[in-house]
């Protein structure tokens, strides 16, 4: 009698396919000369910027199902071109204020294109995209008052937002429109009502956070969801631990991570996955957190002075020999902050595997004539682009504990001219643009 | 549309372009206000265009007609993106007093070419409210249609569950998960799927009166593919609200020992489920100690739980900064 064979699944199928092309570029990576290693390293940013100013200028009939999505076709576009470090032309940047301009609602808010109803994604999308332009012109073009009315509309009395008259509600929504009334300094209690109890709800027995109650744990969702709780201070509301530990597990064999348990690797995940394991890191770390039920181990005595444990490189990492760099901190921190030791820790050891995060986007997410993927078989295209690019800086950047601590180079994969610059975890704009948006938005009148 | 070419109607032959459609005569169509220099300026094509003009005017006319109706599924047949237009054909639909019925046959017919559209299940939800109960069975079988085509599809699953819970339905569907796991015992949105039903369900009595048999038919999974992560964490799901009972029931500790003695398989998720156990106080008996110390390789630790830790960083190197985290937070405890 023949022994039965063991039935694969399609999600077995699925994930030994993509596996094989996976590896099968690290195997060709592993088996090349060093200067083909270089060269498959490298960001290729010339590449990258012709893609992008090519998108800005000009995009072909196929982007027609992306009509009602303009303004995040900027905000990708744009915030690419800021993580490489670039920026665009007078020309180009008026175009792009007064375009945006346009899509900008008479009762506030911001549509897919000129005359479109307004719609918390694209307004969020066009905030982002006009601050990451930044200057007076883009910033003093966005009409706050008007956008105030738009979100107090978009408020669902559950706690919640809608992301149109009468439109959809779920996670996406309230990150949206709390991300913007955060830099636009148009926050107030009517907006963070029962918020935090809707984004509660939508936390799965998984750990991770759904669209909407009772929805998957999901990449995307849960960014939005723990980004949210940060800006409205209800972190703690939710279940860290179980949070974290959802995040971590979802980086795979092939080093990138995937949106939801079981399913695929995803270049995007890069950002909306590793975003909340750094945040999450810190935020243990900065309020000196225990992981819950530590304390009730059944052995021995409760020697309470170790419960508190710094935040420090771990004994495994013997070459981490980062003192050096460290030890002037305090001197030249020009913030005031008190130290009460002299060694100042202002790096932590990323949960996740940055480098090998790092290497999915470099070598499998990464086109050499520029644009980023999904994964291997798959189109470039800009949303990609954006978020493989934006997960890239935030893996680049996971060993730093605050946004002064600059990487170091073994922190890049690749040469160190692969950096990218930092963005503010909880918006996704690259940080020195963020921080002049709070001089404009915050500046007392 | 065949019979209006056939018959040579010129009025609405929706083969013509819309400027020649007798039918659209009196309306003038407006252009998109792109301005001089857009940015990320679409090639539109001539359809493209000349269709997103004329309901540009009627949107702006806020004309609610029969031949707006006609206009929307047009555009959205062009761009089915376009939330606007779905937006303004629900306004139409109510002027109209529109057969609903039939408007979800159209969004059957939209779903054919590209069910991964936010606006479309938006709208779908919008027509199954006001339609009501009457149609529970037939959302559930346009979801599980789609479904069967991609059984994770997030969309549909969202729309299933907001059916069960404004429309019924429940009595099938714990079986229905179960077809789906029979299919593919990986497929994550089919666990949560489980918890929804017997966490939700109105004739479910809870996770309480469900536990045993949902632990039991979740350990059955567990032990087929240890590997599986969905299966471990569903088993835990099932004692979330009761932490005393999962550190003190025996089954839970003993598939994860089952696991662990077993030569062939991964110890990942064995190995935590246990590291989480002793962090919430299970006190650990001699099988557990020695079943974890088989498998070090290094210098046993007298804490099980950084000794696990440690085991862990080495079985599951992808997260050893993970594992190690962990282990710094764990009470270093003196014997």
């Not at chain 1, 303004?71 to 071109?81: A, D, E, G, K, N």
């Amino acid at each position: 009698e023949m022994e039965e064979l063991p039935r694969i699944t399609v999600s077995q199928r699925e994930q030994f396919l993509v596996e094989n092309d996976v590896f099968g570029i690290y195997g060709y990576f592993d088996a090349s000369d060093i200067s083909t290693q270089k060269y498959m390293m490298e960001i290729q940013r010339d590449k990258q910027l012709d893609y992008l100013m090519k998108g800005l200028r000009q995009l072909g009939p196929q982007f027609s199902s992306l009509d009602s999505n303009r303004p995040w076709l900027c905000y990708w576009i744009l915030q690419s071109i800021a993580l490489l470090g670039e920026s665009v032309d007078d020309e180009l940047e008026n175009n792009a204020i007064d375009f945006i301009g346009r899509c900008q609602g008479s009762d506030g808010g911001y549509g897919g294109g000129p005359g479109q109803l307004p719609h918390l994604a694209t307004t969020y999308a066009a905030v982002n995209a006009l601050v990451t332009l930044g200057g007076d012109k883009a910033l003093s073009s966005i009409n706050r008052e008007k956008m105030s009315c738009f979100l107090r509309r978009m408020k669902d009395t559950s706690g919640g937002f809608r992301m149109h008259d009468m439109g959809e509600m779920d996670v996406r929504a309230c990150y949206t429109a709390i991300s913007v009334a955060s830099i636009l300094n148009i926050m107030d209690d009517e907006l963070t009502r029962s918020l935090g109890d809707y984004i509660l709800s939508c936390q799965t027995y998984e750990g991770g956070i759904g669209g909407e109650p009772g929805s998957e744990a999901h990449g995307g969702y849960t960014y939005c969801g723990l980004a949210t709780m940060f800006l409205i201070n209800e972190v703690d509301r939710l279940n860290l631990d179980s949070l974290m530990n959802w995040a971590v597990h979802r980086q795979g064999v092939e080093m990138g991570f995937q949106g939801r348990t079981n399913k695929l690797v995803d270049g995007c995940y890069t950002f909306w996955q590793a975003a909340p394991c750094v945040l999450l890191q810190r935020f243990y770390s900065a309020h000196d957190l225990v992981h819950h039920g530590s304390s009730h181990i059944s052995q021995g005595t409760d020697e309470d002075h170790e419960d508190h444990v710094h935040d420090e490189d771990y004994p495994e990492d013997s070459d981490d020999d980062d003192s050096d760099e460290d030890s002037d901190e305090g001197s030249v921190n020009g913030h005031g902050v008190h130290h009460t030791s002299t060694y100042i820790n202002r790096r932590i050891q990323p949960v996740f595997d940055s480098l090998g995060l790092q290497r999915y986007v470099l070598l499998c997410s990464k086109i050499p004539d520029g644009g980023f993927r999904d994964k291997p078989r798959k189109p470039r295209d800009f949303y990609h682009t954006c978020y493989c690019l934006s997960g890239l800086s935030v893996a680049q950047h996971a060993w730093s504990k605050d946004e002064d601590t600059p990487p170091l180079t073994r922190d890049i994969l690749g040469s160190y001219s692969n950096l990218l610059e930092p963005v503010h975890l909880l918006h996704n704009v690259v940080m020195d643009r963020y921080n002049e948006a709070m001089e404009y938005f915050f500046k007392a009148p | 549309r065949t019979l209006d070419r056939e018959l040579g109607n010129m009025d609405t032959d929706e083969t013509l372009p819309l400027s020649q459609r007798s039918e659209w005569s009196d309306v003038v169509p407006l252009t998109q206000d792109d301005g001089p220099n857009p940015v990320v300026p679409i090639a539109y094509k001539d359809e493209f265009r000349e269709t997103m003009d004329y309901f540009r005017a009627i949107y702006s006319s806020d004309e609610r007609s029969p031949r707006a109706l006609r206009l929307t599924e047009e555009t959205l047949r062009l761009n089915s993106g376009n939330y606007t237009v779905w937006h303004f054909r629900r306004l139409v639909l109510e002027a109209l007093n529109h057969d609903l019925y039939q408007e979800l046959e159209f969004i059957e017919s939209i779903a054919e070419d590209n069910s991964k559209n936010y606006q479309l299940w938006h709208h779908r939800r919008w027509v199954a409210e006001k339609l009501g109960p009457d149609v529970a069975g037939r959302e559930l079988e346009f979801t599980r249609r789609v479904l069967s085509l991609d059984a994770k599809h997030y969309h549909a699953w969202s729309h299933r569950q907001w059916a069960l819970r404004a429309l019924g339905g429940w009595e099938d569907e714990l079986d229905y998960c179960h077809e789906l796991l029979e299919a593919d015992v990986f497929n994550n949105s089919a666990w949560n799927q489980r918890y929804y039903v017997i966490t939700r369900s109105p004739s479910s009595g809870g996770v309480e009166a469900m536990r045993e048999s949902e632990v039991s038919y979740t350990i059955k999974a567990i032990l087929t593919n240890p590997a599986n992560e969905s299966s471990w964490l569903y088993l835990k799901a099932l004692y979330k609200d009761n932490k005393e009972l999962w550190i003190s029931d025996p089954s839970v500790s003993s598939v994860c020992l089952n696991v662990l003695s077993r030569t062939d398989c991964f110890h990942g998720f064995a190995l935590s489920t246990l590291l989480d156990l002793l962090c919430e106080g299970l006190s650990p008996t001699n099988e557990h100690i020695d079943s974890v110390r088989a498998l070090a390789t290094e210098e046993p630790d007298t804490n099980l739980a950084n000794l696990v830790c440690t085991i862990l960083g080495r079985v599951d190197p992808i997260r050893a900064n993970y594992w190690a985290w962990r282990k710094s937070k764990i009470t270093v405890a003196a014997m």
